[in-house]
């Protein structure tokens, strides 16, 4: 059974910066391509970033060239860099599989204002 948590949300002024991660359980997490997806408020959740077992990567136009997606097999942890951060960033940042499970963790919040 697959279990996620997410930590390193937080406060940031904009064009700061966090670093996210993800914690998951289970067998051969290597095997499996991991995304992070993130949910404003009143709007529906969203994929963010994705990378692969080859660690090749993704990005939703909006976030391109701004964060990164990077993963250790050895932790099962996967990482979100996040620079240059805008007030639309602001929402709870989640990661999965791709495609995802229909289980979710319980998200890191990222807020972004002055």
């Known amino acids: 059974q697959v279990q996620l948590v997410e930590s390193g949300g937080g406060l940031v002024q904009p064009g700061g910066s966090l670093r996210l991660s993800c914690a998951a359980s289970?067998?051969?997490?290597?095997?499996?391509?991991m995304a992070w997806y993130r949910q404003a408020p009143g709007k529906q959740r969203e994929l963010v970033a994705t990378i692969d077992k080859n660690r090749s990567t993704n990005y939703a136009d909006s976030v391109k060239g701004r964060f990164t997606i990077s993963r250790d097999n050895a932790k099962k942890t996967v990482y979100l860099q996040v620079n240059s951060l805008k007030p639309e960033d602001t929402a709870v940042y989640y990661c999965n599989r791709h495609p995802a499970l229909a289980y979710w963790g319980q998200g890191t919040q990222v807020t972004v204002s002055s």
């Open positions: 289970g067998t051969f997490f290597s095997i499996y391509a």
